[in-house]
């Protein structure tokens, strides 16, 4: 009997002795393990390698790369595919999709205008625009878990449909984002040139606590992105709920026979995910400080959204993925389209340039994952 | 020994005894056009293993699928401990002390085999719940040196154990939990002769120990007649045979599925005609 059950699983595994020294945790094979093989053993190992490959080149052809001043153009502009990337991940470790998030991510600040412009305070108008979304998720799930209909086509059809609602609301007009005005003062300021004291007026920027808490401050979406990309990996991976969610979208049937909860996992994991898409919105709009009904651009960044977490290595096909590899998948978008902005690509090439760079990026993923299984399933 | 209504011709009723823990009275199951079950009557005593056998489509695993609470019958009833039995989902049926090793497994490939162990009862810290990962490495090593299965690391994912590791494991999950009745769909199904004797140890294990009682879905007759203190046989949606093992053989056992062949045979055959 115990011949049978210590038949090694993979070659490198070799058939263990019985007793107490085969139980420790690890094993030989691990601590012989390189370096190399161990990177590759990470799900976002092989995107780290792309996106510092791509770094690393910008920085050496372009000055203006490794600058702070690019990194508060490029941060900002990561963070929202980081989010929207990071609540995809849940969905799609499930096997689904969700591509409402371009949805909820136009229509909930335009929720946010109206219930603030009505005289509601900012901050619980925020949350109620985002109780919305979760209403929105919740829809998601229920077609997609209890009445059995694709979430491919269920979020298609709700992404136009919160599309089409807000250009209803709006009338298909931008406004102004309420709490994100920005104050100007002068201040007077007394320069030293060449022993002359000179008093100058000087212009002086204000905005609001809320605007600076809600994407209007400089490092604001990036601090909500690694707040939230924290939160979720560890929610991912060391709470039932992650393990739950790895369990359906790896085996819906087996996971519903041991008694998870199938229905309310997938229900769950759609909620986030809308929140997700109706908080860039809200965040979105503060930093810009306009409400825009752009469905065109809405539909962008869903994309943007959806593509940082398949280059950070989650699987369509459901049963894997990380939420730290949706961030640096994003990282990844970000720094190409900066990079070939700053080495001054034509704006007609750019999107040729970036859907070449996803495509030899996955390509290089793919065969990274081979070599992997390769090494790692014998 | 019978003491209910007379019932259709054919048809064995239960046998019973008052040390049973389940029974089932009358059972039927359709899915649209299809009768799954006719009329099954059928009982398990206390640390009892239980032999179901039967051709394939007889209803076997449509049995175990209700017992064990993922789907409802449409008619019949069950008793658990002499108390009406009517599991609302899995959930329920397992807390009640009903638990199932399907035939799939119910495994989860992504996940190691201790998450896979603790896969819906997971241990958790407090105040905040996350999952209490040493603990149930360490309670999973126990658990699985205790009923004798060895594996070597149960940190890997169980996509990489052979198929007698994996069906060791989903038997010890169930094991593990508190369940007194144990429901096992074709625990042998699609494993060699050495893994199989490896599982029919473990059973026999769980009998020795007398705590839990055991219904096997098998089609090897040998091994009914090993390991199992009974046989019923399901036959067209009801149970056909019911005999103690010391009282039965593989000839009889034979005899009854060749005969079931001969009508099936002789019944294509007028239709044809």
Request: proline share 4%; glycine share 10%; net charge neutral.
């Amino acid at each position: 009997m115990a011949d049978v059950a210590g038949t090694p699983a993979s070659p490198e595994s070799p058939a263990p002795p019985t007793g107490p020294s085969a139980r420790s945790r690890g094993g030989p094979a691990d601590e012989a393990t390189p370096l190399r093989e161990r990177v590759l053993a990470l799900r976002e190992g092989s995107i780290i390698v792309v996106t510092l490959v791509v770094a690393i080149y910008f920085a050496l052809n372009t000055g203006a790369f490794f600058t702070s001043a690019n990194f508060k153009t490029l941060l900002p502009y990561v963070a929202p595919f980081a989010i929207l990337g990071a609540g995809e991940v849940f969905v799609m470790i499930l096997g689904e999709i969700d591509l409402s998030i371009g949805g909820t991510y136009l229509l909930a600040p335009y929720l946010f205008y109206k219930l603030a412009n009505g005289g509601f305070p900012l901050v619980p108008s925020v949350i109620v625009a985002l109780i919305a979304c979760m209403a929105v998720g919740l829809i998601n799930g229920f077609f997609t878990a209890v009445v059995g209909i694709s979430s491919f086509v269920t979020t298609l059809g709700m992404l136009f449909t919160l599309e089409g609602l807000t250009l209803i609301i709006s009338n298909g007009e931008p406004v102004n984002t309420p709490g994100a005005q920005v104050h100007q003062t002068h201040r007077v300021v007394t320069h030293v040139v060449n022993g002359v004291h000179i008093q100058l007026q000087e212009a002086v920027n204000h905005i609001g606590t809320f605007a600076k808490f809600f994407g209007g401050g400089v490092y604001s979406e990036i601090i909500w992105a690694l707040v939230i990309v924290v939160v979720l990996q560890v929610l991912l991976t060391f709470t039932r709920w992650g393990l739950h969610t790895v369990a359906v979208g790896s085996n819906k049937l087996g996971a519903a026979e041991a008694g998870v909860l199938v229905r309310l996992v997938t229900i769950r994991n759609f909620i986030l995910c809308a929140v997700a898409g109706g908080l860039v919105g809200v965040l979105q709009s503060v930093s810009s400080q306009t409400v825009q009904p752009d469905t065109a651009g809405a539909n962008e960044i869903l994309f943007y959204g959806i593509a940082a977490a398949v280059i950070g290595g989650t699987l369509l096909a459901g049963g894997s993925g990380t939420v730290v590899g949706a961030l640096i998948g994003a990282l990844f978008l970000g720094i190409l389209k900066d990079g070939l902005i700053l080495q001054g690509v034509s704006a007609n090439y750019l999107l040729f340039y970036t859907g070449l760079a996803i495509l030899a990026a996955m390509s290089i993923n793919a065969y990274v994952l081979r070599l992997r299984r390769g090494t790692h399933r014998g | 020994m019978a003491d209910q209504a007379p019932a259709p011709a054919k048809i064995v009723p239960p046998t019973s005894a008052p040390d049973d823990v389940l029974r089932v009275e009358h059972i039927s199951k359709r899915f649209g056009p299809v009768t799954a079950l006719r009329d099954v009557n059928l009982h398990l005593r206390k640390g009892e293993v239980l032999g179901l056998l039967g051709d394939n489509g007889a209803g076997k695993s449509t049995l175990i699928k209700i017992l064990s609470g993922f789907q409802k019958q449409d008619g019949g009833q069950m008793w658990l401990h002499g108390q009406p039995y009517e599991p609302k989902s899995v959930d329920d049926a397992r807390a009640k002390g009903i638990d199932t090793v399907y035939q799939d497994l119910a495994l989860i490939d992504e996940l190691s085999v201790y998450h896979n162990l603790f896969l819906r009862r997971e241990k958790v810290h407090r105040p905040f719940p996350f999952l209490a990962n040493r603990e149930m490495k360490l309670e999973a090593r126990k658990a699985l040196d205790e009923i004798g299965i060895n594996i070597p690391r149960i940190d890997v994912a169980v996509a990489r154990l052979s198929g007698g590791q994996r069906q060791a494991i989903a038997v010890a999950r169930t094991v593990n939990s508190a369940s007194d009745i144990i429901l096992l769909d074709e625990p042998l199904a699609a494993m060699g002769a050495k893994e199989g004797s490896m599982i029919l140890d473990l059973v026999a294990r769980l009998k020795a120990e007398g705590r839990v009682s055991i219904i096997m879905i098998l089609h090897n007759y040998v091994h009914v007649l090993e390991a199992c203190d009974r046989v019923s046989m399901i036959q067209d949606g009801a149970i056909a045979l019911d005999k103690p093992t010391a009282e039965t053989s593989v000839e009889e056992l034979t005899d009854i599925v060749v005969n079931e062949y001969r009508r099936a045979r002789a019944a294509t055959h007028e239709e044809s005609a």
